[in-house]
């Protein structure tokens, strides 16, 4: 194709995406010849590179009105196509009738300049009257939308120039855009609402009528409301699938985290494509506790290998089904049981096993006594878990989960609140979430349905609290040293207690016995015991064994005392 040919077809898109009319058509077609033939001067006063008012309008008189010229001429300048010379004060002051000429946008939609912004492929001129305004208060959500309906330029939206005497500038980056591309999209995010109000209605204003989409992209559509009305333009409200990685307007669509957390990024996490909020309220921690370190009955472990099953499924298979996309993501567990029964310690085996790090809620960080504080600090704590891909474990979920009644003090109204924010947050919750109590009956009914499973943590039966004192005991024993068999059984037969006060009576046992530079025997396991049940409100009359009575009791009474080897 020759240059001549490029540029004739250059003129041909931009009279279809401008739907130029005969007489604007022929005052383009003219500029274009004046370009091309640089020595030809077609101004009566011999000035260069313009054309003349005067001359143009002996050229059309014979086709055209006076009016319909004038007419043409002024849609071009609001176009920012063609600019009629000393309009504005940064123009020369020429004498004689106005001159015109080409806009550097007006060459680039012609090929008579280069531009590396455009590409080069046909466009689909369709049938776009007027704009269509996109608003979101989410400006991720709004470039994905444009990018799935416009492709690679819904990315990189036109970024308007914000001095009121650029405004042609503006209109000629639109024009151009829709000529080489076939669309325009404009992003408004970043203007003040003074500069909104006093750019993009002329905006729209000016580049109304066209035969290419112009998509204008914002966060607040009052300003554009009444030229709305004015142009015909139409509005749509997006709302994209948020991934709730942040409270409020800078959430992040989930749509892109997918993206860049896709195949082809290798070692991507959500904390690298997110960002983690920053929080003084907890701190994401890995744990090394294992599933195996755990010792409950069969029936239970039944129970938390189907809860892992659950979890990876809802995790990593679940999202990819077409029919649940969007529909919130995200596996939460609620666990059973008196103190001690292992309740935190599975969260944490749950983390190791998901592979992820472990944040915790502490409720005296996050209540307050201000309206709305609780739920924004709650909220700090869900970012922090979801972005860090952490395991938000809640202990003592009760005090959270309080039920809601009808009527009460500000202080429970404040609560009922908290808990109406925490259903909907859990219903936007991607990440897993480990909740633990030992009331379940003061927690709200509504919250039960949240969680995809619940396990009940029993006390220990005979064998396990055998092999619970076996282990825990194990880490304080010295090379020689042990315990017999049935000093195991009597342990397990005559206590019934859970694995947390089994591990706190080993350890003080273990610690009595170091600090008495002593090995570790029965009478210091029964004195520490009594001191476990003492604090858990138990009665202790069974640790005195008759072989260890005296042991025991001086243990306790004395201070002093170091168990005879």
Known sequence: MTYLAHVEACYARLVRALRLGPAEGRVVHNLVLLDLNGLEVKDIHGRQGVLSWHVLAGEMAGDHSISEMQQAVARLAEWGIVQVVGQTFSDPRLTGPSALRLTHHGRVCLGLAPDGRMGDREPDFGMADSWHVLHHANIEGLLVTCAERYGALGWNPIALATDANQMAYNCGRVAASMVWEGVAVVSGFGLSDTEQARILPELMYRTRGAGCPRVLLLSEPKVVRGVAVQTGATMEWAEPDLDARREGNDAFDRRITDMLLGEHAEGANVASVCG??????????????????LLIPDSVATQVQQAILHAEYRLKVLPSKRRFAGKGGGYRLLLSGLPGTGKSMMAEALATRLDKSVVKLDLSSVLSKWLGETEQQIGRIFDLAEASNSVLVLDEAEALFRQRSSGGSSGSNAMMTAVAYLLTRLDRFHGVLVATTN?????????????DDFIILPVPDHGTRVSLWKRMLSHSLEQGEGFSEDDYQHLGRH???????????????????????????????????????????????????PRYREDVARLLNDRRYTVPK
Do not use: C, N
């Not at 009331?439 to 969680?451: H, M």
């Not at 019934?496 to 350890?507: M, S, W």
């Not at 049940?533 to 138990?538: M, T, V």
């Open 495 to 545: 206590f019934v207690i859970t694995g947390g006060l089994i591990r706190g009576a080993a350890i003080r046992a273990g610690a009595w016995a170091h600090g008495d530079r002593d090995g570790l025997a029965m009478p210091y396991v029964l004195a520490s015991l009594a001191r476990e049940l003492e604090k858990s409100d138990h009665p202790t009359t069974g640790v005195m064994h």
């Open 276 to 293: 983690v909020p920053a929080s003084q309220l907890a701190r994401p921690k890995r744990v090394d506790v294992a599933f195996e370190d």
């Open 439 to 451: 009331r379940t009956q003061d927690i709200d009914d509504a919250l039960y349905r949240r969680f």
